[in-house]
């Protein structure tokens, strides 16, 4: 695919979400692998509005070598691609669902959210939390970077999901997938729920292994 259908790609997908309400304001960022580097979303820039000549391109070494300075949050991206060398994508939203679940007291850190469906299973697995960082505090690159090696989605405590996939549409696929898992949890909270059993789960990942 080329550059500029890749640029355009992250220009409709970044806007879909936005028009959905799944990011909103200036928050929410997305980048994507190419051969020699990276594409990211600005600094600054809304998820509804993207100009793709502007979008932040970096060399293979996380240097901006053109378009606007990429998102502050570039670390958490850099963190991920370190240690998931087949993560094609990566999408980080603010999306309300999800951080509320990640505001929860009693989550099982390990693990945030239940196997409520297949498709969860599927496409998350299992979804550890990462401890509450300060905006811009390079720890939490840090507790990213141990956390990637065995997880291609993770969930910052009170800040949102960061999720990698193999392509861009396979990232935010996934991304959905986990703010309607936690918009249900959230509906069925308290209530006596039936998740999918342990054999259930193992039977998934037999049938259907993450990729990423
Ligand atoms: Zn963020």
Not at 29 to 55: F, K, Q, Y
């Amino acid at each position: 695919m080329s550059e500029t259908r890749q640029r355009d790609d992250i220009v409709s997908l970044a806007k879909s979400l936005f028009d959905r309400g799944l990011t909103f304001g200036s928050s929410g960022n997305i980048s994507l692998r190419l051969e020699d580097g990276w594409l990211m979303t600005p600094t600054g820039s809304s998820l509804g509005d993207l100009d793709p000549a502007r979008i932040s391109k970096l060399d293979s070494e996380g240097r901006h070598v053109s378009g606007d300075a990429p998102t502050k949050e570039a670390f958490l991206h850099g963190a991920m691609y370190d240690r998931r060398p087949n993560a094609g994508a990566i999408v980080h939203l603010h999306a309300t669902h999800s951080v509320a679940v990640s505001c929860l007291h009693d989550i099982d850190p390990a693990n945030v959210l239940p196997p409520l469906t297949a498709y969860y299973v599927m496409r998350i697995g299992t979804l550890p939390l990462i401890p509450y960082f300060a905006p811009g505090d390079l720890d939490l690159a840090r507790a990213v970077r141990e956390m990637a090696s065995d997880h291609h989605a993770v969930l910052l405590a009170n800040h949102g999901p960061v999720v990698a996939g193999t392509s861009l549409r396979d990232a935010v696929h996934a991304t959905e997938e986990l703010e309607e898992t936690a918009k249900l949890f959230l509906a069925v909270h308290g209530m006596k729920t039936r998740p999918l059993t342990p054999e259930q789960v193992a039977d998934l990942r037999r049938r259907h292994p993450v990729r990423t």
